[in-house]
């Protein structure tokens, strides 16, 4: 299948994008197998079919890379106490919050789990998405853990997109072991993430370390379970304050650095030596009414890459639109809308170690999105408008 007459952006894993103003690109076998100016196609790709697409925007299918849209029931009642002045934490302490997810994703069965999922995946699709990162966190035992991964993973059974799935565990106390969060570590989280492994459910390790959560030594237990088992290692880090969960994180040479509004320069440098991917969750700034920004300008200066992801929860991020998240990490964050391309493509993909997406080069995926847009800019410039005009998985044309 030949694509011609397109703009492509091929999105570099470096710096910002390549654009091909007048290009073409080939697809065999479910991978890209040439790009390039219109002028120069490879006279073999003439003779079989041939798309032209009008003068539209190709870029990779986008990517989100931090999502728990597995999950059970809603806070909508969460988000009205926190109107009236109730904050997140307040609310976690009163028994809501994460929690309350807790005892609805308990009490629904996997094919329950699985069918609320879908409708959010969806939307994501309809926007361009790929590849989402799907995380474990809710069940905090371990029978609702393994549910949850379960469910995650059959979202592929039923939808053309690819997950990875994140156990997390160490996402928050559950109100059985509200006095001995030590012993939850030791005894659910850590044998459940071993159960998990065994399974073939577990592709990344992630905690929560947070005053309302888990503290270094204990996320520190988790990681070396995961290192014991071989799996890489993620981290929600300085999202309400910092405790250090960012140095640990990149000591154990995680994937991602993900939430880190309170992390500071020396985090930037310990996340750059380590090639740890800072994944910016503008969703939960915006919903909480976060005022501490990231530290855009250190991970600029000390070359980490930044990803961007919807973070879609019932919680703290009740967003399952890529598309406003790039917006919103432009106007909230203040990144290029070049920034946020890269952040929900190459970065994205790097931040679940994916390798064979997220960018456009011979070789790679035919993981696509195809825009009626005449600058890359307008991605991230629109709000509540989306141009898709198709998504390419694997080299499958899907409707948009
Ligand atoms: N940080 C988050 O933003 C999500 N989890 C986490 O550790 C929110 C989870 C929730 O509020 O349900
Ligand atoms: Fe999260």
Redesign the pocket.
């Known amino acids: 299948m030949l694509l011609t007459n397109a703009q492509i952006v091929t999105v570099d894993d470096q710096d910002g994008y390549g654009l091909i103003a007048r290009g073409a690109l080939a697809i065999k076998d479910g991978l890209i197998d040439w790009v390039g100016v219109q002028d120069a196609i490879p006279t073999k790709y003439l003779d079989g079919p041939t798309r032209d697409l009008e003068g539209r925007l190709i870029t990779p299918a986008l990517i989100d890379c931090h999502t ?1 849209v597995v999950h059970g029931g809603d ?1 909508a009642v969460e988000f009205e106490m926190r109107l009236k002045g109730a904050s ?1 934490e307040e609310v976690a302490r009163a028994g809501g ?2 929690v309350s ?1 807790v005892t609805a994703t308990r009490a629904a069965t996997i094919e329950e789990l699985l069918e609320t999922a879908l409708p959010r995946v969806d939307a994501l699709l309809a926007e361009g998405v790929s590849v989402i990162e799907v995380k474990s ?2 069940g905090l035992n371990e029978e609702t853990e393994l549910n949850m991964l379960r469910a995650a993973r059959m979202i592929a059974d039923h939808r053309a997109v690819r997950i990875k799935t994140t156990f997390l565990g160490a ?1 928050a106390v559950p109100t059985e072991y509200k006095d001995n969060p030590d012993r939850y570590i030791d005894d659910v989280c850590i044998p459940t993430l071993k159960k998990a492994h065994a399974e073939g459910l577990v592709d990344a390790v992630d905690g ?1 370390c ?1 005053g309302i ?1 888990f503290n270094t030594y204990q996320i520190k237990r988790v990681f070396d379970a995961a290192r014991d088992l071989g799996l890489p290692v993620k981290l ?1 880090a300085e ?1 309400l304050s910092n405790i250090g969960g960012t140095k640990l994180a990149a000591h154990y040479g995680a994937h991602s650095v993900d ?1 880190v509004e309170y992390a500071n320069e020396e985090d930037a440098i310990a996340m750059a030596k380590s090639g740890s991917v800072a994944v910016l ?1 503008p969703g ?1 700034f915006y919903t909480l009414h976060e005022t501490q920004l990231p530290p855009i300008d250190a991970f600029r200066k000390h070359g980490v890459p930044m990803a961007v992801a919807t ?1 879609c ?5 009740p967003l399952a639109s890529i598309l406003l998240t790039m917006n919103m990490s432009c106007t909230l964050f203040r990144l290029t809308p070049e920034e946020a391309l890269v952040g929900a493509t190459a970065h994205a993909a790097r931040a679940l170690g994916l390798s064979d997406t997220g960018r456009i080069k011979p070789g790679l995926r035919a993981d696509l999105a195809i825009w009626n847009a005449k600058h890359p800019a307008e991605l991230s410039y629109r709000i509540g408008f989306n141009t898709l005009f198709e998504r390419i998985f694997a080299g499958e044309s899907t409707a948009a």
């Open positions: 728990h806070r997140y919050g994460i997810t966190g809710y996402h929560f947070e959560a929600h999202q939430h969750l939960a973070d929860n019932p919680g703290s991020s």
